[in-house]
């Protein structure tokens, strides 16, 4: 998966015309950044995964196969990630305000199912807002939606 990323950001960068499926690439690097927060502690706790596959269940309307297929392709292919910037480029090219906060959310959504939020999870979330240039009362309201989210199902 991170593979057709990459080869995406090398015909954009080489100038060739790009044949884009939106709707899949904006899906791919979703799943990129949520399978990144829920492995930056180097463990992946069962209800961080989970959260993972709903999360893309929900937001693009697959069917659970077709997320949990997703999310395994993300973190198996993780390490090849070059960096954050290659993923918060084809944010800011095709997310609008909402969806970069909607994604911001999700983000929060995964740091908090396991009830533990890691420093390295809070930087790294931190770090893509940056890097999308959400506002920072957005950054802020994102986290506490999704700190209420996770204490309305305990």
Do not use: C
């Not at 949520?34 to 697959?62: F, I, M, N, S």
């Amino acid at each position: 998966m991170l593979r057709q990323i990459r080869k995406l950001f090398e015909q954009i960068g080489s100038g060739e015309d790009v044949e884009v499926n939106n709707d899949r690439d904006v899906r791919m690097i979703s799943a990129a950044l949520l399978a990144e927060v829920a492995t930056v502690d180097q463990k992946l706790d069962d209800r961080e995964q989970a959260t993972l596959v709903r999360l893309l269940q929900e937001h693009y309307r697959l069917d659970e196969a077709e997320a949990t297929e997703m999310v395994e392709h993300a973190l198996s292919h993780r390490e090849q990630a070059t960096s954050l910037y290659e993923f918060t480029q084809v944010v800011n090219d095709q997310f609008d305000e909402r969806n970069k906060y909607l994604l911001v959310r999700q983000m929060w959504e995964v740091a908090f199912s396991d009830d533990v939020i890691e420093a390295f999870e809070e930087h790294l979330i931190r770090r893509v807002a940056e890097l999308i240039y959400l506002p920072h009362g957005l950054f802020t309201r994102a986290r506490a939606e999704a700190r209420e989210m996770r204490r309305g199902e305990a």
